[in-house]
Antibody, heavy 120, light 110 residues
Framework: QLQLQESGPGLVKPSETLSLTCIVS??????????WGWLRQPPGKGLEWIGN???????YYNASLKGRVTISIDTSKNQLSLKLSSVTAADTAVYFC????????????WGQGTLVTVSS | QSALTQPPSASGSPGQSVTISCTGT?????????VAWYQQHPGKAPKLMIY???KRPSGVPDRFSGSKSGNTASLTVSGLQAEDEADYYC??????????FGTGTKVTVL
């Protein structure tokens, strides 16, 4: 069974860069045809898609975050990473990594999520 | 990209049915048959319940069904059970690898 686990600092200062890692177990991140993604959910609010990365490294980002977000993949460690720069309080959220459904647009496997608070 | 519009809440008694709407535009829900629905219990990750408008992933009970008409998609939960009490979110593709989510609906089992 595929499992995803997010990790990273729970507190980030305003204007700094948020960095999270998602370790994938139970399957290879480099398998052909797989897209991996990051999503977030501010406390008490709805879900927001941040971006996807293909197993080859091609990336797709939410236009509202473009310029601040970088998603990368490390096949040797079977993990993906998220960096979000110049954070503000509005970036406070639970961040989820997820694997997209195969050959269709949905997210089937999710990590448990990790809360990141932006505060000085 | 604006969030898809869902009613904030919906409710029903055990055994009854509840239907949640998800209204978008001709650029998202109306243009793609890639509408998905997620169930989220408090403090948990979302769980995929419906994809491609009306398909169920393995393990999802057939009490959950989806449909779409024009710019509005719907999720119906039939034979409501206590464990169905959760938040539900719709999502739609907007082109390849671009997604918009709904505002969320809290379903209460009375």
């Amino acid at each position: 069974q595929l499992q995803l686990q997010e990790s990273g600092p729970g507190l980030v200062k305003p204007s700094e860069t948020l960095s999270l890692t998602c370790i994938v177990s139970g399957g290879s991140i480099r398998n052909s045809g797989l897209y991996w993604g990051w999503l977030r959910q501010p406390p008490g609010k709805g879900l927001e898609w941040i971006g996807n990365i293909y197993h080859t490294g091609s990336t797709y980002y939410n236009a509202s975050l473009k310029g601040r977000v970088t998603i990368s993949i490390d096949t040797s460690k079977n993990q993906l990473s998220l960096k979000l720069s110049s954070v503000t309080a509005a970036d406070t959220a639970v961040y989820f990594c997820a694997r997209r459904c195969i050959s269709t647009s949905c997210f089937l496997y999710w990590g448990q999520g990790t809360l990141v608070t932006v505060s000085s | 990209q604006s969030a898809l519009t869902q009613p904030p809440s919906a409710s029903g008694s055990p055994g009854q049915s509840v239907t949640i709407s998800c209204t978008g535009t001709s650029s998202d829900v109306g243009d793609y048959n890639y509408v998905a629905w997620y169930q989220q219990h408090p403090g948990k990750a979302p769980k995929l319940m419906i994809y491609e408008v009306s398909k169920r992933p393995s393990g999802v009970p057939d009490r959950f069904s989806g449909s779409k008409s024009g710019n509005t998609a719907s999720l119906t939960v039939s034979g409501l059970q206590a464990e169905d009490e959760a938040d539900y979110y719709c999502s739609s593709s907007v082109g390849s690898n671009n997604y918009v989510f709904g505002t969320g609906t809290k379903v209460t089992v009375l």
